[in-house]
């Protein structure tokens, strides 16, 4: 997969990618990418002053596709974001859902869930310098997640479920 490939446009007038635009770690996942023969994931370059570069691809859990991104970037993290339910939490279930998420987040040293708006999420957050930068331990940290979610996922939706009703949309 050839940099063409993978960070085929810049911001929203989709000029090509040029380097200065393209952040380090970045890259680094590109090369990753193509070096597994993985060609699941977009790429946005956002232009910002830290040359951030979004992939994204869906994880499918359970026969749910739930949108995945990862934000690399000049900072010293790369962050991984999973839209776990989208529009799930109401008035009738928040109560029991921030109780269920600050348990789960307890058990869990990798990740936390958090609830923005309606939505529950996933996030994890990889100390990364440019200096240290493994693409292999974001790798491992979305098999993880996946695994956990494949676990978990059918739980978190019984409970929002069952303690909704129904879920607004």
């Known amino acids: 997969m050839s940099e063409h490939k993978v960070l085929e446009f ?6 090509q990618a040029t380097a ?9 996942w ?3 990418l193509a070096t597994n023969n993985i060609t699941c994931f977009g790429a946005q370059i956002v232009g910002d002053e830290l040359h951030t570069v979004l992939f ?23 962050v991984i974001k999973v839209l776990v ?5 109401n008035d009738s279930n928040k109560i029991a859902v921030l109780e269920s998420i600050n348990e789960m987040n307890r058990s869990y040293k990798l990740f936390k869930y958090l609830v923005s708006e309606k939505d529950i999420e996933l996030e994890c957050c990889n100390l ?5 930068f493994d693409p292999q331990v974001i790798h491992i940290s979305l098999d993880i997640i996946l695994e956990h979610l494949q676990k978990e996922y059918p739980k978190l939706m019984q409970m929002i479920w069952g303690s909704a009703g ?3 949309q």
């Not at 810049?10 to 000029?15: F, H, R, T």
């Not at 200065?20 to 680094?28: I, Q, S, T, Y």
């Not at 990364?128 to 240290?132: E, I, M």
């Open 56 to 78: 994204r691809t869906v994880l499918d859990v359970n026969g749910q596709e739930l949108p995945i991104i990862i934000f690399t970037d000049d900072s010293a993290f790369t």
């Open 166 to 168: 129904s879920v607004d």
């Open 128 to 132: 990364s310098r440019d200096d240290f």
């Open 30 to 32: 590109q090369e990753h």
């Open 20 to 28: 200065e635009l393209v952040n380090f770690k970045a890259r680094k």
């Open 85 to 89: 339910t989208p529009g799930a939490v």
């Open 10 to 15: 810049a911001g929203e007038n989709k000029e």
